[in-house]
């Protein structure tokens, strides 16, 4: 496994690893590091479906708004290193702040409209961020795949928007969300719970759950948000951030499921913002 720091170094790697083998894949999982079993699920899948995997890790200061948790997101390069070798990764692309966000920079990747949903309505400029480093990443890396995870649905919907407009060459692959075994969504940020607010932190997952209960009889998206909200309203040490019943490419408000739709929900647990979502099929298949 090879650790690469700069952007020429990755390039010089990835034609070396390549060559002129033209049907040689390479599967790129991003992340921000604090890898777990989510990340390497990413990973596994990756390396079913690519000859080659690349994993970057970076804590994208895009991303952030000025009063969330960028300085102390937890940061484990050398246990993320010992995972991602244990799995079999072939690079590992580790850029310093400055290698992707030079201080020079002015050009930015938007997606409108789908970028001001949820989270992007949420967290201002967030998805800003998202797309301008993950849309350098395609470009620097040039995967043939790229992976990520159902739970961070909202960004998923935004950068499928941004490969279909800006004509990446590249296949976007969206795995299911990993979960503890009593349905907790897998989260870095899960970290930073205590055990209580751990304990709290549940009501998000039986509220999803109860929806998607609910949802074999009800078809009106209202009746269902209205319902979903309550679910966490009602939930002790939780205070939501948004809950919504949305069309899963575009997160635009819909009238009924019967298209099938996206129960997504985002809240606070103590001091931790926490996200987490199910996907309701056509004819309201959980």
């Known amino acids: 496994m090879r650790i690469l720091l700069t952007i020429a170094e990755l390039r010089s790697a990835r034609a070396e690893l390549l060559g002129s083998d033209a049907a040689a894949t390479l599967g790129l999982v991003p992340t921000m590091g ?64 400055e290698e992707m966000v030079p201080a020079h920079a002015t050009t930015f990747i ?24 993950v849309g350098k990443l395609f470009h620097v890396v040039a995967p043939h795949i790229a992976f990520f995870g159902q739970k961070d649905a909202a960004q998923v919907a935004v950068l499928r928007a941004m490969v279909r407009d800006l004509n990446f060459d590249l296949e976007l692959v969206v795995c299911p969300t990993v979960r503890e075994s009593d349905g907790l969504a897998l ?57 919504e019943v949305v069309r899963p490419r575009t997160l635009e408000a819909i009238t009924d499921t019967h298209g099938g739709a996206l129960v997504a929900v985002a809240a606070w647990v103590g001091k931790t913002r926490l996200i987490d979502n199910i996907l309701l099929l056509p004819g309201n298949t959980p």
Do not use: W
């Open 34 to 97: 604090a890898l777990h079993e989510g990340h390497l699920a990413l990973v596994r899948a990756a390396k079913e479906r690519c000859r080659f995997v690349a994993v970057s890790i970076f804590v994208n200061p895009l991303q952030f708004g000025p009063s969330e948790d960028f300085s102390r997101y937890p940061r484990t390069f050398d246990q993320d290193c010992t995972l991602l070798l244990k799995e079999g990764v072939d690079l590992v692309f580790a850029p310093a702040a």
């Open 187 to 243: 989260s870095s940020r899960n970290r930073y719970l205590s055990a209580e607010e751990r304990t709290h932190a549940l009501a998000l997952y039986r509220a999803l759950q109860s929806v998607a209960s609910m949802s074999a009889q009800e078809r009106d998206a209202q009746v269902l948000q209205k319902h979903l909200r309550s679910c966490l309203e009602s939930a002790e040490g939780v205070r939501v951030d948004y809950a």
């Open 110 to 133: 938007e997606v409108g409209g789908i970028g001001d949903r949820l989270d992007g309505r949420s967290r201002p400029g967030h998805f800003r961020g998202v797309t301008t480093i």
